[in-house]
T-cell receptor
């Protein structure tokens, strides 16, 4: 079967750095997405990785290792508004997205 | 700024009623999707479309139907709502390119009594 694993919940302090991991097992791989979803709102796109390595975009970076079936999202200089769920999704061999259940990130002052 | 709209945002109805959730996008995207999401849970794909007159069922078994008569419009219909249909329904669209990110509507929160 296909599955995406992420931690259910993480807590971090304002101003700190947090790394959210995602491991996947899918039939084929055509890229990995990270989305942010605030409570009661729709997901919004954060990043896309299809090649191994680190993609940096402001305070957010995303890393991919295809051989390990592993990705992480790195958030720096955490702000209270970063409190949200972070969803990992993999595009499989049919270009269908397989979604993780999301990691709820709680930021404390 | 994504231009994808869903109505209604919130709906409370009785069991057995027929409902249609509307979704429209003005970005000219060929791909459109309907997802169901319960609080704290993953998104489940219930229907998708690659263009006009194209509709496919997703991985979640659902007593719903969709149509795609126009590129911009992708309504979801429940013929007879049941309490198990209570959930958040998210519409999304993307361009046909393989790396197309999804743009989501704000969601329709359905409660069936």
């Amino acid at each position: 079967g296909q599955n995406i694993d992420q931690p259910t919940e993480m807590t971090a302090t304002e101003g700190a750095i947090v790394q959210i991991n995602c491991t996947y097992q899918t039939s084929g791989f055509n890229g990995l997405f990270w989305y942010q979803q605030h409570a009661g709102e729709a997901p919004t796109f954060l990043s896309y990785n299809v090649l191994d390595g680190l993609e940096e975009k402001g305070r957010f970076s995303s890393f991919l290792s295809r051989s390990k079936g592993y990705s992480y999202l790195l958030l720096k200089e955490l702000q209270m508004k970063d409190s949200a769920s972070y969803l990992c999704a993999v595009s499989d061999s049919n270009y269908q997205l397989i979604w993780g259940a999301g990691t709820k990130l709680i930021i404390k002052p | 700024e994504a231009d994808i709209y869903q109505t209604p945002r919130y709906l409370v109805i009785g069991t057995g009623k027929k409902i249609t959730l509307e979704c429209s996008q003005t970005m000219g995207h060929d791909k459109m999707y309907w997802y169901q999401q319960d609080p704290g849970m993953e998104l489940h794909l219930i229907h998708y479309s690659y263009g006009v007159n194209s509709t496919e069922k997703g991985d979640l078994s659902s007593e719903s139907t969709v149509s795609r008569i126009r590129t911009e419009h992708f309504p979801l219909t429940l013929e007879s709502a049941r309490p198990s249909h209570t959930s958040q329904y998210l519409c999304a669209s993307s361009a046909l390119t393989d790396t197309g990110e999804l743009f989501f509507g704000e969601g329709s929160r359905l409660t069936v009594l």
